[in-house]
């Protein structure tokens, strides 16, 4: 088991930025991804990153508008959201496992933060 702890959302006006962190001790051993769940929706993912090869994925919905990266020193996966539209709202949860088969599909992984609100309002 691994203590996920999510920071950084928030409110913004669409065409805003949202940096969200995800924390955790030993986090470098672990994929990460970041998910998303709006009211009365599926959690979906958006954005994961591997442990050790570097492999990167996105949502369609995302895509060019997101950056995950990750600070092995600080234990701490980032995900840079910019350009944001209001449908970009809603609980933002980072999850970790230590290997997984398909990045974005949220039944691969045992270990989950607690969320973070994203609301994109004007």
Same mark, same amino acid.
């Given at each position: 088991q691994v203590h996920l702890v999510e920071s950084g959302g928030g409110l913004v006006q669409p065409g805003g930025s949202l940096r969200l962190s995800c924390a955790a001790p030993d986090l470098?051993?672990? /994929? /990460?991804?970041?998910?998303?769940?709006?009211?009365?929706q599926d959690r979906e993912g958006v954005a994961g990153i591997s442990s050790n090869d570097g492999t990167i994925d996105y949502a369609e919905s995302v895509k060019g508008r997101a950056t995950i990266s990750r600070d092995n020193a600080k234990n701490t996966v980032y995900l840079q959201l910019n350009n944001l539209k209001t449908e970009d709202t809603g609980v933002y949860y980072c999850a970790a496992t230590v290997v997984v088969a398909?990045?974005? *599909?949220?039944?691969?992984? *045992?270990?989950w933060g607690q969320g973070t609100q994203v609301t994109v309002s004007s």
């Open positions: 470098e051993y672990y /994929v /990460v991804s970041w998910f998303r769940q709006a009211p009365g398909t990045i974005l *599909e949220p039944d691969e992984y *045992e270990n």
